[in-house]
């Protein structure tokens, strides 16, 4: 049990943070939809309620794959916040089904009259609120996560270019809160509208695009997790620690490189080519010095390095070019 809470202390806090607010905000709006039989409402409640779910299992993934490595599962269990992200998003799918198929209900048949309408706003106010500071503060997440460090109420849109930078559940969590935000000011138009124009089919077509950017989450969450779990090489880190090795005297080539992202962290292989006349006890201490300097890196918590002889074939510098056109070709 000791270890269990040593690891559940090391969890993702954003996503802490983020399942107790939504929890709180489903329950606050199922009590708002008992009583007003808003429609809007109830997608609301469905989806602070899947995000609470998916979020609490993401908090666990993230603190299990923090385990340390072990005879039976060497290459350690960074990958278990990957597989728990890919389960977790099967709860958001059913609970968009149901929001999209309700919404659905209610625009074929609108309500005639809309009831408790400041209930309902009052707690879509509060939902805004909250799911707008846990956005701010997974944002700020995603800044530090990147080594962008920032203050300010500007995090959220400082933070939209780095998002693929950030670990996977703070990735989540600023994905599921910004939909949040969103479908809570939408419900909170819709209401208004509705009420001033008699036009309550509004609140089933509200209902329906809350679900469909619920799915949306599902499936960015699901493609992103899947590569994860089957092991994603980090291109970025890839020059970076090849550049390192590079600069290293010794080092004249990089036979092979890898750099995979192992959930939240990174392991690197790296085959080198230097000098076969250097001996064994020289090379030993310029691999020390490599390991020692690639594991400074962030989030880097595995290194193998090995060495072979010079073939003047120039592999990194092929690598390089090959990667800085693939760049110039995406961003055009």
Same mark, same amino acid.
């Given at each position: 049990?000791?270890?269990?809470?040593?690891? /559940?202390?090391?969890?993702?806090? $954003? @996503?802490?943070?983020?399942?107790?607010?939504?929890?709180? /905000? +489903?329950?606050?709006?199922?009590?708002?939809?008992?009583?007003?039989?808003?429609?809007?409402?109830?997608?609301?409640?469905?989806?602070?309620?899947?995000?609470?779910?998916?979020?609490?299992?993401?908090?666990?993934?993230?603190?299990?794959?923090?385990?340390?490595? #072990?005879?039976?599962?060497?290459?350690?269990?960074?990958?278990?916040?990957?597989?728990?992200?890919?389960?977790?998003?099967?709860?958001?799918?059913? =609970?968009?089904?149901?929001?999209?198929?309700?919404?659905?209900?209610?625009?074929?048949?609108?309500? #005639?009259?809309?009831?408790?309408?400041?209930?309902?706003?009052?707690?879509?106010?509060?939902? #805004?609120? =909250?799911?707008?500071?846990?956005?701010?503060?997974?944002?700020?997440?995603?800044? %530090?996560?990147?080594?962008?460090?920032?203050?300010?109420?500007?995090? &959220?849109?400082?933070? *939209?270019?780095?998002?693929?930078?950030?670990? $996977?559940?703070?990735? /989540?969590?600023?994905?599921?809160?910004?939909?949040? #935000?969103?479908?809570?000011?939408?419900?909170?138009?819709?209401?208004?509208?509705? %009420?001033?124009?008699?036009?309550?089919?509004?609140?089933?077509?509200?209902?329906?695009? *809350? +679900?469909?950017?619920?799915?949306?989450?599902?499936?960015?969450? &699901?493609?992103?997790?899947?590569?994860?779990?089957?092991?994603?090489?980090?291109?970025?880190?890839?020059?970076?620690?090849?550049? !390192?090795?590079?600069?290293? $005297? %010794?080092?004249?080539?990089?036979?092979?490189?890898?750099?995979?992202?192992? +959930?939240?962290?990174? %392991?690197?292989?790296?085959?080198?080519?230097?000098? $076969?006349?250097?001996? !064994?006890?020289?090379?030993?201490?310029?691999?020390?010095?490599?390991?020692?300097?690639?594991? @400074?890196?962030?989030?880097?918590?595995?290194?193998?390095? @090995?060495?072979?002889?010079?073939?003047?074939?120039?592999?990194?510098?092929?690598? /390089?070019?090959?990667?800085?056109?693939?760049?110039?070709?995406?961003?055009?």
């Amino acid at each position: 049990m000791g270890e269990i809470f040593k690891l /559940l202390k090391g969890g993702n806090k $954003p @996503s802490l943070v983020a399942a107790f607010v939504n929890l709180f /905000l +489903g329950i606050l709006k199922g009590v708002a939809y008992f009583f007003t039989g808003n429609v809007a409402m109830f997608a609301e409640m469905m989806h602070s309620l899947g995000d609470a779910a998916n979020q609490f299992f993401v908090f666990v993934g993230s603190a299990l794959s923090k385990k340390a490595p #072990t005879k039976r599962f060497p290459n350690g269990f960074g990958r278990v916040v990957n597989l728990v992200c890919l389960g977790a998003v099967l709860i958001v799918a059913i =609970l968009s089904y149901e929001t999209v198929k309700e919404g659905w209900h209610h625009f074929i048949h609108p309500a #005639t009259k809309s009831e408790g309408m400041f209930i309902a706003l009052g707690v879509l106010l509060v939902g #805004t609120v =909250l799911e707008g500071t846990v956005l701010h503060k997974a944002a700020k997440e995603v800044l %530090h996560e990147a080594g962008q460090e920032h203050k300010g109420l500007l995090a &959220f849109p400082k933070s *939209i270019p780095y998002l693929n930078r950030a670990k $996977p559940a703070t990735k /989540l969590v600023w994905m599921e809160d910004l939909v949040a #935000t969103s479908g809570n000011i939408l419900a909170f138009l819709a209401i208004i509208i509705a %009420h001033f124009t008699e036009f309550y089919a509004l609140e089933g077509i509200v209902s329906m695009i *809350i +679900g469909i950017m619920m799915f949306y989450v599902v499936g960015r969450v &699901f493609l992103d997790n899947a590569r994860g779990a089957i092991g994603e090489t980090d291109e970025e880190m890839l020059i970076h620690i090849g550049n !390192l090795a590079m600069g290293d $005297p %010794h080092v004249s080539d990089i036979k092979r490189l890898e750099v995979i992202k192992e +959930g939240e962290f990174l %392991h690197v292989d790296l085959v080198a080519e230097t000098d $076969p006349s250097l001996s !064994l006890a020289y090379l030993d201490d310029v691999r020390d010095h490599l390991v020692e300097l690639i594991m @400074s890196q962030k989030g880097v918590t595995k290194v193998t390095i @090995s060495f072979d002889e010079e073939d003047d074939v120039p592999e990194w510098e092929r690598h /390089l070019k090959t990667y800085t056109k693939n760049q110039s070709d995406d961003k055009k």
